[in-house]
């Protein structure tokens, strides 16, 4: 039922890392031993100690779960005890994001996987309504919850050459349909807007991939060129048509239906 998001390590586009900051003794709860001999160890600690503080995280917002049935776990992770669960359909809040997993308003954690954005909080309020694609054009790019590098990160990073749908600008930075945010500075235009091979018959659901590596394309059929990264064994993705045997995904990108269940 639960997957972990699988995190690259790379060097990432705008300030991937969390800074260093300065913090007191006083701050941080430590007060300077009053023994007139401290070691040097000690003496750097009472003089100036570096914390790393991770950038702010823009929830609360509202997600709703996608899977017939979603385990809430004690923490961010299949290690941790099942104390929970949640229905499909149902819609909940979430404060905080880790790893591919939400810790939920009400307590727990739930693996993002299985749930799609629905919109509240501060996952990048404001800016403009568009309805476009564009092409990634930075090595790595970093997702955030909102439109700024102050916003935590939300999910997995963007990669050379993807193809992704964006449904809102802001102050230089796109939004995704799932909620979150990157630099428009490292996209440019398709030229094309979503839903390229249109008809079909328009569906709500959500299914597993079941082929090794999955092509996503500009319309249903191969004749059809690519559109952004393929799918991947295992996944589970929501599809919003299906039209002579391919499925659209909500960005507006297309895949066989034979690779999927």
């Known amino acids: 039922m ?29 007060t300077v031993p009053a023994a007139a001999s401290v ?31 979603l385990n809430i776990r004690s923490g961010p ?14 819609t909940v809040g979430v404060s905080d994001y880790s790893g ?13 996987n299985y749930t799609t954005y629905s919109g509240g909080g501060g996952i990048g309020g404001g800016g403009t309504p568009i309805d476009t694609r564009v092409r990634i054009t930075g090595s790595v790019v970093n997702v955030r919850n909102g439109p700024g590098t102050g916003y935590g990160l939300n ?12 449904v809102r600008s802001s102050g230089g930075w796109y939004q995704l349909p799932d909620g979150g945010w990157f630099s428009s500075s490292y996209a440019t235009s398709t030229g094309s807007n979503p839903g390229t091979g249109g008809g079909g018959t328009p569906i709500d659901r959500v299914v597993t991939v079941t082929g090794s590596v999955v092509n996503v394309r ?30 659209q995904l909500t960005d507006g990108g297309w895949f066989s239906g034979s690779y999927a269940n």
């Open 2 to 30: 639960e997957t972990f998001a699988f995190l690259e390590t790379a060097v990432a586009h705008e300030d991937p890392s969390p800074d260093l900051q300065v913090r007191s003794l006083k701050e941080l709860g430590l």
């Open 39 to 69: 070691g040097l160890a000690g003496l750097l600690l009472a003089t100036t100690l570096l914390v790393s503080v991770p950038n702010a995280n823009a929830l609360p917002a509202s997600v709703t779960v996608t899977s017939s049935g």
């Open 77 to 90: 992770g299949t290690g941790y005890p099942i104390i929970g669960g949640l229905s499909s359909g149902q």
């Open 100 to 112: 591919g997993w939400y810790r939920i308003s009400s307590g727990g954690w739930i693996a993002s």
């Open 155 to 166: 999910g997995r990073p963007l990669y050379y050459g993807e193809v992704v749908r964006v």
């Open 218 to 247: 500009n319309g249903p059929g191969t004749g059809y060129a690519l559109n952004g990264r393929p799918l991947y064994y295992g996944e589970r993705v929501r599809v919003v048509r299906s039209s002579g045997g391919w499925y």
